[in-house]
């Protein structure tokens, strides 16, 4: 095969999605402002498929914005009953999949976020960590210290109040505010230093290399420590049901 018909070829991920008899190109298209009539050929063009998934994202970080500031959105992906935090989780999976990452670690910091407030913690977690494991230096460091702000309130909501101890300090030393996260646009102080990656403390397993966050860790950590905490609580319930004082009968 020569260079020229080489270039922009399906990776062998997104080739076997797309490969699916029940990939969902109409739905995809839509989302992304392609006509669905033309759908599969345009998501098989990467090129095409990577721009519109780039004007996509930056429509959703327009209209976000604009929603957040109690503003109507003046962008019709506005108009998806899923926005925005199930449009933003779609763009991010589009993203990934057609290697379209630039925009990634912003929408996913509001994706986390969404899901915070939302009492989905485990989600929030994972999404976290989405952020910065696409996060590129000095580009996202703001985002990245906001989404590392954000897990001190994830891991504070899971009742794991020493990592969020140990991780607020990691903050603080870095001259991160530890509200970042709360930032609609989030930004970083002059004295702040640079991202470092993401190194995790006090129990949480290590990263898998020098630099990126493990997503895979993240999310099964925060899985087993909930677990922890619903056997705890079933285990204080059950202690309850079978007490023998006597003012209980």
């Known amino acids: 095969m020569s260079d020229e018909q080489d270039f922009g070829a399906l990776t062998p991920s997104r080739d076997e999605a797309l490969a699916r008899l029940n990939f969902p190109y109409q739905r995809v298209a839509r989302r992304l402002g392609i006509d669905p009539g033309g759908a599969e050929l345009a998501l098989r ?11 996509a994202s930056r429509a959703f970080l327009t209209a976000d914005d604009e929603c957040r500031a109690g503003r109507t959105p003046s962008s019709p992906i506005a108009l998806d009953p899923d926005f925005p935090t199930g449009v933003g989780m779609s763009l991010i999976g589009a993203g990934m ?16 976020k969404d899901h915070h407030e939302m009492g989905e913690q485990d989600l929030a977690a994972s999404f976290i960590a989405v952020v910065q494991e696409t996060a590129e230096p000095e580009r996202d460091d703001a985002e990245a210290w906001a989404a590392q702000s954000l897990l001190v309130a994830v891991l504070q909501r899971a009742g794991a109040a020493a990592q969020s101890a140990e991780i607020a ?10 509200e ?9 102080p002059d004295d702040s230093l640079s991202w470092h990656g993401g ?5 949480i397993p290590p990263r898998r290399d020098e630099r990126h966050l493990s997503y895979e860790d993240v999310h099964d950590y925060l899985d087993q420590l909930l ?4 056997r705890d609580e079933e285990a204080e319930g059950d202690a309850a049901g079978t007490s023998t004082d006597p003012h209980d009968e």
């Open 45 to 55: 063009d990467a090129d095409r498929a990577r721009d519109a998934i780039a004007d």
């Open 97 to 112: 999949l057609w290697e379209e990452k630039e925009l990634i670690p912003q929408i996913a910091l509001r994706v986390a």
């Open 169 to 178: 300090q990691d903050l603080v030393d870095h001259s991160v505010p530890l």
């Open 180 to 188: 970042l996260w709360r930032q609609d646009d989030p930004s970083l």
């Open 199 to 203: 190194a995790f403390v006090g129990g």
């Open 227 to 230: 677990a922890d905490m619903r």
